[in-house]
């Protein structure tokens, strides 16, 4: 017995059907003994077709007023599963963000939570109600309703179960759990019984897809434990949790790829001091996000500098390099957006050498060519061509003994 925050997706509140088979869990959860604070998603497509219907008004519709259109594909959910719970004569009642005390600033479509009171929800539920959370949404100082960016309603889950002190936040989704790497790419992956915060929120800056990220810094930060797991089936998905007990500690955890990302090379600049900064400054200054940089060794009094920019990014960031190669002098500015990253990730290598070796060897053996490298005391990522991606993951899934049996 205890205190249950229940998130479920889109996928798991898709139609009316799927909602009465959450209920049927819900009231499972409750009828065991335990506290339960429901969080929900807008039925799948929901908010995709609300964006859509904003895009056939204007292309810059204002951010207000969207963030009052999104909220209502929530709002619309914990509805009905509210409605589902009580015609099943249990006491539900559904509360939306602003009702929750989900305090957020005022970055419509990308708020960030500051504070949840939840006071309401604690009076709720000492009555033994059950309550179900409008996700993805809440409310700025001013009092306007916001939105928390796609994904979004992992975060509001997370945030109201540390804000309620529960002893689990269980996140029910279309998948089984967290797997070690695509199963659409590796048919060899194997879902995960445990795996880190720190791993998870790699993983998921690296291109997992299971849970928003916030969500996990959320986690990490109040130690909430969270489970991932299916709505569709009774098995236990992934724990995410702090640290492992050694004995299930692999040096490598899971294998990534992501291919969202495109490479920008800088030819033939002079190597003086300031350079760097010269390249890279207007790109940070145009609000860009470099992920990996490198810099070729100088020959002839010059070197190339190389770095990576989101996709969506791509055009903005050639014109600026163009520019910035006719004020400094480079020699020409080439894009590229063949690219993906793979990368390695795993708590286990920070204590372990020959873990890069063994990545470099293994996409050799493929004959991959690597075209640049990052690490971190828990992960090492190479970009390389776009379309070795697969192979790339393949391969060093089974290299790192991930591959199920
Ligand atoms: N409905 C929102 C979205 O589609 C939030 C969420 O599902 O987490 O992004
Ligand atoms: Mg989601």
């Given at each position: 017995m205890g205190v249950i925050v229940q998130k479920y997706g889109g996928t798991s509140v898709a139609n009316i059907e799927r909602i009465q088979n959450v209920a049927k869990r819900v009231a499972k959860t409750y009828d065991q003994g335990n506290d339960v604070v429901v969080i929900l998603s807008a039925m799948a497509g929901?908010?995709?077709?609300?964006?859509?219907?904003?895009?056939?008004?204007?292309?810059?519709?204002?951010?207000?007023?969207?963030?009052?259109?999104?909220?209502?594909?929530?709002?619309?959910?914990?509805?009905?599963?509210?409605?589902?719970?009580?015609?099943?004569?249990?006491?539900?009642?559904?509360?939306?963000?602003?009702?929750?005390?989900?305090?957020?600033?005022c970055s419509y479509g990308n708020a960030r939570i500051q504070k949840v009171g939840a006071g309401r929800i604690k009076e709720l539920v000492e009555d033994r109600k059950i309550v179900v959370v409008a996700g993805f949404q809440g409310i700025d100082p001013a009092g306007n309703i916001t939105t928390l960016g796609r994904g979004g309603s992992d975060t509001s889950a997370v945030a109201i179960a540390a804000a309620i002190n529960a002893d689990m936040c269980e996140i029910y989704t279309d998948v089984d759990g967290v797997y070690t790497t695509d199963p659409n790419i590796c048919s060899k992956a194997r879902k995960m019984n445990r795996i880190t915060f720190d791993e998870m929120l790699e993983m998921a800056s690296l291109g997992a897809k299971v849970l928003q990220i916030r969500s996990v810094e959320f986690a990490k930060k109040y130690n909430v434990p969270v489970h991932v797991r299916s709505s569709f089936s009774e098995e236990e998905g992934t724990m995410v949790v702090n640290e492992y007990t050694d004995m299930e500690r692999l040096v490598v955890s899971g294998i990534t790829c992501s291919k969202n990302d495109a490479r920008i090379l800088v030819k033939g600049v002079p190597d003086q001091p300031g350079i760097a900064a010269k390249v890279l400054t207007p790109i940070s200054d145009a609000g860009i996000v470099v992920d990996i940089i490198i810099q070729s060794s100088p020959r002839n009094g010059t070197n190339d500098i190389a770095f990576t920019v989101p996709k969506t990014e791509y055009d903005r960031a050639m014109e600026i390099e163009q520019k910035v190669a006719e004020e400094i002098g480079a020699k020409e500015v080439q894009g590229d957006k063949g690219i993906a990253k793979v990368s390695v990730v795993g708590v286990g290598m920070k204590n372990h050498a020959g873990v890069a070796a063994k990545m470099f060897s293994t996409l050799a053996a493929e004959n991959i060519n690597i075209r640049m490298i990052s690490t971190s005391e828990i992960h090492i990522s190479c970009v390389i061509t776009e379309k070795y991606a697969e192979l790339a993951v393949r391969s060093l899934h089974t290299a790192f003994g991930l591959d199920k049996e």
């Open positions: 929901v908010t995709d077709n609300l964006i859509e219907m904003a895009g056939q008004i204007t292309d810059r519709p204002e951010r207000r007023e969207m963030d009052v259109l999104l909220a209502t594909g929530e709002q619309t959910t914990a509805a009905l599963l509210a409605m589902t719970l009580i015609s099943m004569k249990y006491p539900a009642q559904s509360l939306l963000g602003y009702q929750a005390e989900v305090r957020t600033d």
